[in-house]
């Protein structure tokens, strides 16, 4: 499946409405909700199965989803903003809760959950301003500078600032 060319119109979501999705431990959709499809513009069909970056907008920078997966894979939550692409080119920018989920019987990873919800404009601006440096330091320097630069940003903010709380800090940033 080709992915669709962004364009510049961002969907507007309803605030009182979560988009929930679930994956298997290789981040493949096995759920996802009604919202969710609408949304993004695809069908059950279209997703089920599919790797969870058929939504992933070229505007994200890579390092974050680096240490989101570096994160839930050691079975720890964390909170993330994300601007995702929807099927027709559209974009939209949410606040991603992200949990594991284990096997009952032997409390292994067996996939994650992530409901997401709209998200307020003046933090949407902070970020954007950062991931679009981050993508920039990807392209001419790597992943792995991006990570340096997003480390250095961190400890300006406050020694004790983690990527895993970053959003949950973002307010008291600015």
Request: glycine share 6%; net charge negative.
């Amino acid at each position: 499946m080709q992915k669709p060319t962004p364009i510049d119109e961002e969907i507007q979501l309803d605030p009182k409405r979560y988009i929930v999705s679930e994956t298997d431990e290789k981040g493949r959709i096995t759920y996802c909700n009604d919202y969710f499809m609408e949304v993004a513009g695809y069908s059950k069909d279209e997703l089920i199965g599919k790797p969870h970056s058929i939504i992933r907008h070229p505007d994200m920078p890579k390092v974050v989803f680096k240490l989101l997966w570096e994160t839930i894979s050691q079975g720890k939550n964390i909170n993330a903003v994300v601007k995702n692409l929807a099927k027709d080119g559209r974009y939209y920018w949410i606040f991603t809760e992200f949990e594991s989920r284990r096997d009952n019987d032997t409390g292994e990873i067996i996939g994650y959950h992530a409901a997401r919800k709209s998200i307020s404009k003046h933090v949407i601006e902070i970020i954007a301003d950062l991931y679009a440096t981050l993508v920039e330091i990807e392209k001419n320097e790597g992943i792995e500078a991006s990570e340096k630069y997003l480390i250095s940003f961190l400890k300006e903010k406050g020694d004790d600032i983690e990527f895993s709380n970053i959003m949950e800090e973002i307010h008291r940033f600015y």
